[in-house]
């Protein structure tokens, strides 16, 4: 499975931005498909996951209830919906994607494919 992201740029505090992540070489409708992301000087962070049936998205602390993670498995792609954007958001963003137990799904070794990241930088 190769993974393309897209739709990072620079925005300003409160706004919102939409990622999203194409899919190629095969349908990932079978795998667990989340977000990362990595700030400069810290490790890749769990964002957002959502499990192959698709029900009960997971989200990591600092983004629940401003982000939504969505896949549209007709076109085979993942989306992020990042809103009321906070400087602290800033980050490269990954999408990725793999064959994940729940026990391990906000580890970023436990997924198999990675995208090429995209920057976003939310400016205060």
């Known amino acids: 499975v190769q993974l393309q992201a897209s739709g990072g740029g620079l925005v300003q505090a409160g706004d919102s931005l939409r990622l999203s992540c194409a899919a190629s070489g095969r349908t990932f409708s079978d795998y667990t498909v989340g977000w990362f992301r990595q700030a400069p000087g810290k490790a890749r962070g769990f964002v957002a996951a959502m499990r192959p049936t698709n029900s009960n998205p997971y989200y990591g602390d600092s983004v629940k209830g401003r982000f939504t993670i969505s896949r549209d498995r007709s076109k085979n792609t993942l989306s992020l919906q990042m809103n009321s954007l906070e400087p602290e958001d800033t980050a490269v963003y990954y999408c990725?994607?793999?064959?994940?137990?729940?026990?391990?799904?906000?580890?970023?070794?436990?997924?198999?494919?990675w995208g090429q990241g995209t920057q976003v930088t939310v400016s205060s």
């Open positions: 990725t994607a793999g064959r994940v137990i729940l026990s391990t799904l906000r580890r970023s070794e436990a997924y198999n494919y």
